[in-house]
């Protein structure tokens, strides 16, 4: 059985190990900090013990207490860059169709500034070109 990655919290989870080794409650609190929700235990560690099972970390004792640290393996970091990678093309489908050339400077911007000149709609990257534009 393949790990299944399906939600934002074993996505995030997996990018927090790759930045560092961690342990169970820190991986927990960092997750309700970035994710600004209530992440529990049920969400974290069957899912760390899902990824010991197949390889993809490892866990050792993480100093003198009897917490567990978690740390990505070579297979971990793989598929963390694989996630990436599908990651970054589909945002790249998604965002550069949407792109729009600024008419004043001419860069590509998602989400443009619209204007109204001289009976034309016309895009910007920002206010202050449409202002430049128009003088």
Known sequence: MAVRINSMVKLYTLLLLAEDSRHGYELMKLLSERLDRR??????????????????????????????????TKQGSVLVRN?????????YRAIVPNLTTCAHCGCKVYG?????IKGKELAFCCKYCAQSYTR
């Open 112 to 116: 443009a500034h619209t204007q109204k």
């Open 39 to 72: 992440i529990s235990a049920s969400q974290v560690y069957p899912f760390l013990s899902l990824l010991s099972r197949h390889g993809i970390v490892s866990a050792g004792p993480a100093g003198n207490r009897e917490k567990k640290s978690y740390t990505l």
């Open 83 to 91: 996630l990436l990678g599908r990651f970054g093309e589909l945002a």
